[in-house]
């Protein structure tokens, strides 16, 4: 009888693609019962690792203050609630400004997992290492500095163009060329050419005087660009492979890279070098302001908070959660940053480790509603009515001369609910605060984007 898929199963291995070429193999060489067992050896499979039966605990620092909230705060309890199942996970923490993500399972904004030995791409996401940094200029006039960084920085889709981009250290590359995930020459030439960038959506440039010391502060918040979102593509395509293998019931978006693989290692340390990336983009911006303006910087600081950080064999994933431990962040060098919305103060703080917050804040003031949700509440009104009245008394830029009121103050939840419950639950400590004078955004980048007037031009 000729050998099938079905006797693979009935041996106990599950299908797979090797299936095809073992059943040609056997059948074609005709081997006996003792022969394929021997000839199977090579294609064992591990153990499932099924989801936990019961959700692991979870520690929850945020409650609704408004109606508005309840809806928010219920689907992110309830989506924490599947994905403290997946099988790695050993604790985790919502923080005030938590929203969901998508469907129930998936980590939200504003959440902290634990895996243990265990890295989850979809955990960090696409937008690996979205961080902040602040630059102290001084006594320097705030709008010198906003004008300035307006000149220099760059938002919206895709790189610099030729002959405005800013260089990246050809040691970062050489890293780059020798690391599995990124030895990708179109990926390194993204990377040069997106250096200097800061894409769209809720990224920004800051400026604004220091309640303490009345110093003009600038500060940028973006992540890794285009070639983090790369190495998020081949981080999960590899965790996917994975879970098939070993825990098909863990949702795709959920799957894991073991750490103490080939592969885990190398993500490991693409994952430094994307954030090493990230920080060298927010320097050259930072730099290119002070080198404008002629001026040198009082003090600088910077914190990731939309990444991977290991302690030991523990990998604790922050999807928008600000790191306070100094363990997490090898090269510290001053307290952290929350931002919250434009029109209000981004708070310095400094914190550790107890027993509600595993180490972390939360990373700004999250959202209550999605865009698309926001935008129609307000279409009563003009979207200049709209902007004069939430930005009255700052300058407030978009660098594609096209408002977003999707980013306006409104947008977000309340800032005064956030820090109440940053102090009720004890999350950190409020050092200085950064009193707004402007921003720059991205703006509304999909308006006239590029493929909608081809669009235009095809109809007509």
């Not at 985790?92 to 997992?113: K, R, S």
């Not at 600088?300 to 928008?320: C, I, M, Q, S």
Request: hydrophobic share 35%; proline share 5%.
């Amino acid at each position: 009888m000729e050998f099938n898929g079905n006797h693979l199963i009935e041996l106990g291995y599950r299908p797979a693609k090797w299936f095809k070429d073992a059943i040609t193999h056997i059948n074609e060489n005709n081997l006996d019962e003792v022969q394929i067992k021997e000839y199977l050896d090579q294609f064992k499979q591990p153990d499932i690792i099924p989801l936990h039966d019961i959700a692991k605990d979870f520690i929850i620092n945020i409650r609704a203050e408004h109606e508005s909230e309840v809806d928010n705060v219920e689907k992110v309890i309830n989506t924490m609630k599947v994905l403290m199942k997946t099988p790695t996970l050993t604790t985790g923490a919502l923080m005030p400004d938590a929203c969901p993500t998508g469907p129930e399972g998936l980590i939200p904004v504003g959440g902290v997992v634990v895996a243990k030995n265990a890295i989850h791409p979809g955990f960090h996401s696409a937008d690996i290492c979205c961080s902040v940094m602040l630059t102290d200029f001084g006594d320097a006039d705030p709008k010198e500095v906003l004008d300035a960084a307006h000149s220099v920085t760059h938002f919206g889709y895709g790189g610099r163009p030729r002959g405005e981009q800013m260089p990246m250290s050809q040691e970062l590359m050489d890293a780059f060329r020798e690391n599995y995930f990124l030895n990708d020459e179109k990926l390194i030439s993204i990377a040069r050419s997106h250096m200097g960038t800061q894409g769209d959506g809720n990224h920004f440039l800051f400026v604004g005087k220091s309640k303490n010391t009345g110093n003009t502060m600038l500060i940028t918040h973006h992540g890794s660009r285009a070639p983090g979102a790369a190495l998020y593509d081949k981080g999960m395509k590899v965790a996917n492979r994975f879970r098939q293998d070993i825990s098909p019931e863990t949702l795709r978006e959920n799957a894991w890279i073991p750490f103490d693989t080939e592969e885990g290692r190398a993500y490991w340390e693409a994952l430094q070098l994307i954030r090493t990336w990230t920080k060298e983009n927010h320097t050259n911006i930072h730099d290119a302001v002070l080198n404008k303006l002629g001026a040198e910087k009082q003090d600088r600081y910077w914190n990731e908070h939309n990444f991977v950080f290991k302690d030991g064999d523990l990998f604790y994933h922050a999807k928008g959660a600000t790191p306070l431990d100094d363990k997490f962040m090898p090269d510290i060098t001053g307290p952290r940053l929350i931002p919250l919305n434009m029109s209000e103060p981004v708070l310095i703080v400094q914190g550790k480790t107890n027993e509600r917050n595993l180490g972390f804040a939360p990373h700004g003031a999250g959202r209550n509603f999605s865009r698309t949700q926001h935008k129609k509440s307000l279409a009563h009104k003009t979207v200049e009515e709209i902007f004069d009245e939430e930005t009255k008394g700052l300058d407030i830029r978009f660098f594609s001369n096209e408002i977003d009121i999707s980013e306006l103050p409104t947008a977000y939840k309340s800032a005064k609910n956030v820090r109440a419950q940053i102090e009720e639950y004890g999350l950190c400590e409020v050092l200085d605060e950064v009193l707004p004078y402007g921003c720059i955004m991205a703006g509304d980048v999909g308006k006239n984007a590029p493929w909608k007037k081809k669009k235009k031009f095809r109809k007509a």
